[in-house]
C-alpha cells in the first residue's frame, strides 16, 4: 500500500481556525479600544495640566489670572438666566490670553486683541487648531460655525474645554440659581474681571478653574465670545434629544465660560451651557492648584457647587 501526505487543510478545519481567530479577535479588540482610551484620557488630563501651568505663570507675571473674556457692554442685561447683555466684543478669551504660556507665542501675536474675533486680520489666528484646546477623544473635527450661522463665520478652531464661570449664590440654596451675568460672580472666569489668588479664598486646592466640554456635544472655539451668539448642541446630540439645532440654545458668555447649575458633568438632562466629556463615567476638571481630578456624573450637587465657587465658605471634601 502507498501512503499519500496530506498537503492541505480540511474545510473542517479551516473554519475552526477562522472561528478561533474570530473569537480571539473579539476578546483583543475591547482590550485594545480600553488602551487607547486610557491613553486619550491621560493626554486629556496633561492638557489640562498645561493649562493650569500656563495659568500660574500668567499670574506670576501679571499678578492675577486673566479674565475669561474680554468685551465691551452697551447696554443693561435683562435680567432672566438666559438673556444676553448687550455688548460689542471683541470677545477673546483666556485660552488667547494664556497662549505665550504655552509656547504658542507666535500664534498670540497674530492676535489683534482690539479687533473683534470675526475680524478678517483674525481669521488665521481664530482657526488656527491648538492641540492643548482639543482632547483627544473629542470627535468634533471640523472648523466650528457659531450659531446663527447668518454670523458670518465658519471657521474657528475647535476647543474641549471651558472655563468655570462659578456654581450660583449659595443664599438661594438649595436652589443655587445661577445666572450667567449674576453679579458678584463666584467663578473664576467672567467678562472683563481678572482674579487674583486672594479672590480665591475657598483654597485653590477646591476650586474649579476649567471643565471639559467637548465640541462633540456643544461646538464651540477657543477663541472666545462672538456678540449675537449662542451656544448649541451639536447636530448629533440635537438629534438624539428629539430637537433641530438651535432649539435648546445659552447666551454667548457661555462660549468661553459655564456655571454649575442643576446637574453633574455628562448628566442626561445637561443643557449646552455646561461641562460634559467625551469620556465615560464624568468629567475632568482643572483645579487652580493645577492638579486635575475626574467629577463624576452622580456627584454630589452640593459639593460640585462649592467647587464650582471660590469664595463660598462652604467646606468639601474632593470627591475620589
Given at each position: 500500500m502507498v501512503r499519500h501526505a496530506r498537503t492541505a487543510f480540511t474545510l473542517v478545519e479551516l473554519l475552526v481556525v477562522i472561528a478561533i481567530i474570530g473569537i480571539?479577535?473579539?476578546?483583543?479588540?475591547?482590550?485594545?479600544?480600553?488602551?487607547?482610551?486610557?491613553?486619550?484620557?491621560?493626554?486629556?488630563?496633561?492638557?489640562?495640566?498645561?493649562?493650569?501651568?500656563?495659568?500660574?505663570?500668567?499670574?506670576?507675571?501679571?499678578?492675577?489670572?486673566?479674565?475669561?473674556?474680554?468685551?465691551?457692554?452697551?447696554?443693561t442685561w435683562p435680567g432672566g438666566g438666559n438673556d444676553p447683555i448687550p455688548e460689542v466684543g471683541p470677545g477673546w478669551s483666556f485660552f488667547a490670553m494664556i497662549l505665550p504660556q504655552i509656547e504658542q507665542t507666535n500664534l498670540h501675536g497674530?492676535?489683534?486683541?482690539?479687533?473683534?474675533?470675526?475680524?478678517?486680520?483674525n481669521q488665521l489666528a481664530r482657526s488656527t487648531r491648538v492641540k492643548e484646546f482639543q482632547c483627544p477623544s473629542d470627535a468634533w473635527d471640523a472648523p466650528v460655525a457659531p450659531w446663527p450661522t447668518s454670523l458670518g463665520v465658519n471657521d474657528l478652531a475647535h476647543a474641549s474645554y471651558i472655563g468655570c464661570l462659578g456654581g450660583g449664590?449659595?443664599?438661594?440654596?438649595?436652589?443655587?440659581?445661577?445666572?450667567?451675568?449674576?453679579?458678584?460672580?463666584?467663578?473664576?472666569?467672567h467678562r472683563n474681571t481678572p482674579i487674583r489668588i486672594a479672590d480665591i479664598p475657598d483654597g485653590t486646592s477646591n476650586t474649579i478653574g476649567i471643565g471639559e466640554r467637548a465640541s462633540m456635544f456643544t461646538p464651540n472655539g477657543w477663541a472666545g465670545v462672538i456678540p449675537?451668539?449662542?451656544?448649541?448642541?451639536?447636530?448629533?446630540i440635537a438629534q438624539s434629544r428629539g430637537q433641530v439645532v438651535g432649539q435648546t440654545a445659552r447666551?454667548?458668555?457661555?462660549?468661553?465660560?459655564?456655571?454649575?447649575?442643576?446637574?453633574?458633568?455628562?448628566?442626561?438632562?445637561?443643557?449646552?451651557?455646561?461641562?460634559?466629556?467625551p469620556h465615560t463615567g464624568g468629567a475632568l476638571f482643572l483645579l487652580m492648584d493645577g492638579s486635575t481630578h475626574t467629577i463624576s456624573t452622580n456627584v454630589d450637587m452640593p459639593t460640585y457647587r462649592a467647587m464650582a465657587g471660590r469664595n463660598d465658605g462652604i467646606p468639601i471634601t474632593l470627591p475620589e
Open positions: 480571539l479577535v473579539g476578546l483583543l479588540l475591547p482590550a485594545v479600544q480600553a488602551a487607547r482610551e486610557a491613553a486619550r484620557r491621560m493626554q486629556c488630563s496633561n492638557n489640562l495640566k498645561q493649562m493650569g501651568l500656563a495659568l500660574h505663570n500668567y499670574e506670576s507675571a501679571y499678578r492675577r489670572f486673566p479674565p475669561g473674556f474680554i468685551s465691551r457692554v452697551t447696554g497674530q492676535i489683534n486683541f482690539d479687533l473683534p474675533i470675526t475680524n478678517p486680520i449664590d449659595p443664599a438661594n440654596a438649595p436652589a443655587y440659581t445661577a445666572m450667567y451675568e449674576q453679579q458678584p460672580f463666584n467663578g473664576i472666569f449675537g451668539a449662542q451656544t448649541v448642541f451639536s447636530p448629533r447666551p454667548a458668555i457661555t462660549m468661553a465660560t459655564v456655571h454649575v447649575r442643576t446637574g453633574g458633568p455628562n448628566a442626561p438632562t445637561g443643557s449646552p451651557g455646561g461641562f460634559w466629556s
